[in-house]
């Protein structure tokens, strides 16, 4: 009797899940939610400019017009595309390398603790210090670069997955191992999935600060990139194109949180409602 009202809240799952308050999801309102926000910023922007009157405090329109000429003459392109190939490929070293040991040290207790001290040392060390390092040991390249960028990043991702491989049911890998499934089916299709959440926690978490951290590096020895470029702004006390490049990188970071991250995460974890 009470298949009909299990029926319709599996729908309601798949076709929006509860938000905070019990609201369900819509893509529509939650797009215009964030268009307002934003519409919010720079009036607010335009308000304090208007008011400041100040050169270090350039108007929206100013910002966006300097945006228009750096595309035109290729170099925001050029440091934007030199960034994104140090974000993506030092991202993807530390989710995998991360991953990895996570796992092994939330199934393994010997190696949870023997690993321990080396996780929390590498918690606590200082990105500059990891990027000075670099720079000496291995010179001023890229590698050097997205290698700093990494192992400032890896801990971070082996703290929240390793929570993940502790947090595994065991009833349905005893379901899993029950029906003899291969060791790689019972791997993608039992235990990964309830590793998702984890995952995109560490996944976010380590966006968040591996877009920071390139800056920094590309600043200190790089000689393209964003961060080199606002270094250079930095040092012509050029507001305009400090702002420029900071909205435009700040903008392709809100893209991929909306256009990869969120539709993923909804995919994946939609097993769970």
Wanted: proline share 5%.
């Amino acid at each position: 009797m009470n298949r009909p009202a299990e029926a319709s809240t599996a729908t309601a799952g798949v076709l929006g899940s509860p938000g905070k308050g019990g609201v369900p999801w819509r893509p529509g309102r939650d797009a215009l939610l964030r268009l307002a926000s934003l519409l919010l910023f720079l009036l607010l922007w335009q308000l304090a400019a208007t008011l400041a009157e100040d050169p270090t405090v350039p108007m929206p329109a100013v910002v966006f017009a300097r945006i228009g000429s750096e595309i035109a003459s290729m170099a925001l392109p050029h440091h934007l595309g030199v960034t994104l190939y140090r974000v993506a490929v030092s991202f993807a070293a530390a989710m995998l390398i991360g991953a990895a040991i996570g796992i092994a040290m939330g199934r393994w207790v010997v190696l949870d603790r023997f690993l321990d001290g080396w996780l929390v040392l590498g918690l606590n060390i200082p990105a500059l210090v990891t990027i000075i390092l670099c720079y000496i040991w291995f010179g001023l390249n890229d590698w050097a670069a997205i290698l700093a960028v990494a192992l400032n990043k890896i801990p971070t991702v082996v703290v929240t997955v390793r929570e993940g491989a502790r947090a595994i049911d065991p009833r349905l890998m005893a379901v899993a191992h029950a029906y003899r499934l291969p060791a790689s089916r019972k791997f993608l299709r039992v235990y990964l999935p309830q590793l998702h959440p984890y995952l995109f926690a560490a996944a976010r978490a380590g966006l968040s600060l591996i877009w920071k951290i390139v800056l920094v590096v590309e600043l200190l020895g790089r000689s393209e990139g964003i961060g080199f470029q606002l270094n250079v702004f930095f040092q012509f006390f050029d507001i305009a194109g400090i702002l420029a490049y900071t909205l435009v990188f700040a903008a392709v970071v809100l893209l991929v949180e909306a256009l990869a991250m969120r539709p993923m995460e909804r995919r994946l974890n939609r097993w769970r409602q």
